[in-house]
């Protein structure tokens, strides 16, 4: 079992920056890749961004220049970094772990909105 928590959502205007965390317990060297997704009111959740074991990083077009993902192995911990964010960035955040054995687990979700 892999636990996440996730923090560091809030309110920004637009143009401004957050930064999320999601912080990973229980059978954390079984994980490997970690993710951030997102879902907005009506819509279907997608993912953002990507980071495997050995740091390989993949990002979805709409976030590429502005999101950046990275991970602190010493904290157990993934980032996901907002920079330029827009009111269309606004969603509840979650971050997704799976195992080598294909097992998904995920966080509750943290609130970004982002006002114009």
């Known amino acids: 079992q892999v636990q996440l928590v996730e923090s560091g959502g809030g309110l920004v205007q637009a143009g401004g920056s957050l930064r999320l965390s999601c912080a990973a317990s229980g059978s954390i060297f079984a994980i490997n890749v970690m993710a951030w997704h997102r879902q907005a009111p009506g819509k279907q959740r997608e993912v953002l961004a990507s980071?495997?074991?050995?740091?390989?990083?993949n990002y979805v077009n709409s976030v590429k220049g502005r999101f950046t993902i990275s991970r602190d192995d010493a904290k157990n911990t993934v980032y996901l970094q907002m920079n330029s964010l827009k009111p269309e960035d606004t969603a509840l955040y979650y971050c997704?772990?799976?195992?080598?054995?294909?097992?998904?687990?995920w966080g509750q979700g943290t609130q970004v909105t982002v006002s114009s």
């Open positions: 997704y772990a799976r195992t080598h054995n294909f097992a998904g687990y």
């Open positions: 980071i495997t074991t050995d740091g390989s990083t």
